[in-house]
C-alpha cells in the first residue's frame, strides 16, 4: 500500500483483504509510515490487523509496535499514550488488558509472572482512579487533606 500519496490513492493501492477504515486509520495516525504498518499487518500475520477492542480502530500490531519500536514499557504507557483505549473506552481498557499484556510480554521478553504482574498493576491503577473520580468535590477554599482531617 502506497501512503505517499492523497487517502484515496492510498485506498487505491491497498489490498483488498485491507478494509476502508483500517486505510484512514493507519493514514490519521501514522501518515506515510503507515506503509511500515501496513506490511506488518499484511497476510499471513492477519490476526495483528484484529482490532484490540471490537469498537475501536486501534489493532493488536500497534501494541507490539509501541513496545517494539516505541519504547514503551508498560501497560499504562501503551493503554494511554500510544492507543488510547483507557480514555475512550468504558472500562478504561481492563478488559484488554491481558491481551495486551500477552503481546508486549511477547515483544519484550517478558515471563508469565511479570506479563501477570503487569496487567495487574495496570487494572488495580484505572480502578483507584474510577473510586477518586467518584469522591465529591471539596469544599471551595477548603483543601482535601484539611477537610479529611477534620
Known amino acids: 500500500m502506497d501512503f505517499a500519496g492523497s487517502p484515496s490513492a492510498s485506498r487505491a493501492s491497498a489490498p483488498p483483504t485491507v478494509d476502508d477504515g483500517l486505510v484512514r486509520h493507519l493514514l490519521r495516525r501514522y501518515g506515510k509510515r503507515g506503509a511500515a504498518v501496513d506490511r506488518a499487518i499484511s497476510p499471513p500475520s492477519r490476526l495483528r490487523r484484529v482490532p484490540v ?34 480514555f475512550r473506552h468504558a472500562d478504561g481498557g481492563t478488559g484488554a488488558a491481558a491481551d495486551v499484556g500477552a503481546l508486549m510480554g511477547a515483544a519484550l521478553g517478558w515471563d508469565a509472572d511479570e506479563t501477570a504482574r ?33
Open 53 to 86: 477492542v471490537s469498537d475501536l480502530p486501534y489493532r493488536r500490531i500497534e501494541i507490539t509496535r509501541a513496545a517494539e519500536g516505541e519504547m514503551a514499557e508498560t501497560l499504562d504507557d501503551v493503554l494511554r499514550r500510544r492507543v488510547p483505549i483507557s
Open 118 to 150: 503487569a496487567v495487574e498493576r495496570y487494572c488495580t491503577g484505572i480502578a483507584e482512579e474510577s473510586v477518586g473520580a467518584r469522591e465529591p468535590p471539596a469544599q471551595p477554599g477548603v483543601h482535601r487533606l484539611a477537610a479529611s482531617r477534620a
